[in-house]
C-alpha cells in the first residue's frame, strides 16, 4: 500500500463520501461464492435492511428491492428501458444536471421524450408540473428527488401524488439522499425509486439501488426491447433469490452488509436521520456567520445531506480550484461544484457555486472542523475577488 502513495483524505464532497474504519475493515472479510448459500448470509440482511430503510413495512410485497451491478444511473437507465414504452412519451422533469441525465438516457435509448425543466437552483413547482403534465400527457415522468448539482431537494409525496393523479408512473432519482432522512417511500408511491451505495449509505461505490413497485413490474411485462442487464424483469428474477444478475463484488457486499446491520440496528435509522437534519442546521448557523456567501437552494428545499453555496460577486471557478489544493494541504477534499453549472454561470457573469458534501457518516464534530479549517480560505477568496 504504500508504494502508492495514497493521501487518506476526509471526503467532504457529494460522492463518493466518507468510509467508517468497521466499514473499511469490512473489506477484508472472506470472498464467497455468489450462487453459494455463503450469498445468502450477506444479501439476506442486506435486502431485509434496505427495505427497512425504505421504510417498507415487514412483509409488505408493494415494492420489491433489486441490485444491480453498477451505480446509480444504471438504475436510471434500466428504469427508462424496462418502463416507458415506444408508443408514449416519458416526461423527464430537471432542476438540474441529474434531471438532465435522465432526459439524455431517454433520448439516447429512443424514447419520445420531452424535458420540463426549472432553472439553476429551483425546485420543481407544483402548478407549473401540472401544466407540463397537461400539455404532454406521458405515460411515465422522471423526478429528482435531491438534485446534487444544485442541492435543491424536491417535495417527491406531493410531486408523485400529482403526476399519479395524471394517471403516469412516478420515477423517483433518490442517490443523493436515500440513507440520510426518511424518503417517505410508502406515502410518495413511485413506481421505481433509486439510489446507490456510495452516497448517504457510506459504503463505496458499486451498486444501484432500486425500489420497484408492483405496478412497474406489470407495465414492463408490456414494454418492448427492455435489454438483458437493463431490463427489470430479469433482474427481479435473481433480485428475488436474494442475488444480483450478474456476478457482484463480493467486498463490496461484505462492507454493505456490515454497514446497513450498522445502519439499522446499531445507529438507529430516526437516529441517522436526526443526525443528517443535525449537519443542514449546523452549517445554515455557520453560513450566516460567513461574509458574503449564501445558499444557493431556496429556503424549505435545502438537504439535510449537502448544501450548495453561492460565492460573493467575482468568485470564479478558478479561484475554487485553488481553494481545493489549501484544503487538500489540511486533509480535506474540497467540492469545488458542479462544473458544467460553474461555466454556465461564469458565462452569464454570475458568480460559482461550491458545495459541501454532509452525508453518511460523517458527524457534526468531523463538519465543524471542516467548516473551522474553511473559513478562512472563504475569506481568503472573497478579498482577492475584491482586489
Ligand atoms: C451521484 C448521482 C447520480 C449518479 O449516480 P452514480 O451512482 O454515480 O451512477 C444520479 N443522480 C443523482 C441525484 C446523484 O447525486
Known amino acids: 500500500m504504500s508504494a502508492f502513495d495514497f493521501a487518506d483524505l476526509e471526503l467532504f464532497i457529494t460522492g463518493p463520501t466518507y468510509i467508517r474504519p468497521d466499514v473499511r475493515n469490512a473489506g477484508v472479510l472472506p470472498e464467497f461464492g455468489h450462487r453459494d448459500a455463503e450469498n445468502d448470509k450477506r444479501f439476506v440482511p442486506i435486502f431485509a435492511n434496505l427495505r427497512a430503510l425504505a421504510g417498507i413495512p415487514a412483509g409488505c410485497g408493494d415494492y420489491e428491492v433489486i441490485l444491480?451491478?453498477?451505480?446509480?444511473?444504471?438504475?436510471?437507465?434500466?428504469?427508462?428501458?424496462?418502463?416507458?414504452?415506444?408508443?408514449?412519451?416519458?416526461?423527464?422533469?430537471?432542476?438540474?444536471?441529474?434531471?438532465?441525465?435522465?432526459?439524455?438516457?431517454?433520448?439516447?435509448?429512443g424514447k419520445k421524450a420531452r424535458q420540463y425543466r426549472f432553472g439553476w437552483g429551483r425546485a420543481v413547482d407544483l402548478e407549473s408540473l401540472a401544466a407540463a403534465l397537461e400539455e404532454s400527457r406521458p405515460g411515465v415522468v422522471t423526478i429528482t428527488h435531491n438534485e446534487t448539482s444544485t442541492g435543491v431537494t424536491n417535495d417527491i409525496v406531493a410531486c408523485c401524488e400529482l403526476v399519479r393523479e395524471y394517471g403516469a408512473l412516478p420515477l423517483v432519482d433518490g442517490v443523493s439522499i436515500f440513507g440520510g432522512v426518511d424518503v417517505r417511500?410508502?406515502?410518495?408511491?413511485?413506481?421505481?425509486?433509486?439510489?446507490?451505495?456510495?452516497k448517504a449509505l457510506g459504503l463505496p461505490g458499486g451498486f444501484g439501488i432500486a425500489f420497484v413497485h408492483q405496478t412497474a413490474i406489470a407495465k414492463a411485462e408490456k414494454v418492448a426491447n427492455r435489454g438483458y442487464a437493463s431490463d427489470i424483469l430479469t433482474q427481479l428474477g435473481r433480485a428475488r433469490k436474494n442475488q444480483t444478475l450478474t456476478t457482484p463484488n463480493t467486498t463490496?457486499?461484505?462492507?454493505?452488509?456490515?454497514?446497513?446491520?450498522?445502519?439499522v440496528h446499531t445507529e438507529g435509522m430516526e437516529n441517522r436521520f436526526a443526525r443528517h437534519a443535525a449537519m443542514r442546521d449546523q452549517l445554515a448557523a455557520w453560513l450566516a456567520g460567513v461574509d458574503g456567501y449564501r445558499f444557493f437552494a431556496p429556503e424549505g428545499h435545502r438537504a439535510p445531506t449537502m448544501t450548495a453555496i453561492e460565492a460573493?460577486?467575482?468568485?470564479?471557478?478558478?479561484?475554487?480550484?485553488?481553494?481545493?489544493?489549501?484544503?487538500?494541504?489540511?486533509?480535506?477534499?474540497?467540492?469545488?461544484g458542479y462544473m458544467k453549472m460553474n461555466d454556465y454561470l461564469e458565462a452569464e457573469g454570475r458568480p460559482a457555486v461550491f458545495r459541501i458534501g454532509h452525508m453518511g457518516d460523517l458527524t457534526p464534530a468531523m463538519l465543524?472542523?471542516?467548516?473551522?479549517?474553511?473559513?478562512?480560505?472563504?475569506?481568503?477568496?472573497?478579498?482577492?475577488?475584491?482586489?
Not at 417511500?185 to 456510495?198: D, G, H, R, V
Not at 463490496?252 to 445502519?263: F, K, R, S
Not at 472542523?369 to 475577488?385: G, K, T
Open 252 to 263: 463490496l457486499a461484505n462492507q454493505m452488509c456490515v454497514q446497513l446491520d450498522y445502519i
Open 68 to 109: 444491480y451491478n453498477g451505480s446509480g444511473s444504471t438504475v436510471l437507465e434500466s428504469a427508462i428501458r424496462s418502463l416507458v414504452a415506444d408508443d408514449e412519451t416519458v416526461l423527464n422533469v430537471s432542476v438540474g444536471a441529474f434531471g438532465d441525465l435522465w432526459h439524455k438516457m431517454a433520448q439516447v435509448n
Open 312 to 336: 460573493p460577486a467575482g468568485v470564479t471557478p478558478t479561484r475554487l480550484k485553488t481553494l481545493k489544493e489549501a484544503m487538500r494541504a489540511k486533509g480535506f477534499l474540497f467540492d469545488t
Open 368 to 387: 465543524a472542523r471542516y467548516l473551522d479549517a474553511l473559513e478562512p480560505e472563504l475569506a481568503l477568496v472573497r478579498e482577492a475577488a475584491r482586489s
Open 185 to 198: 417511500l410508502m406515502e410518495a408511491m413511485p413506481a421505481l425509486y433509486a439510489t446507490s451505495t456510495q
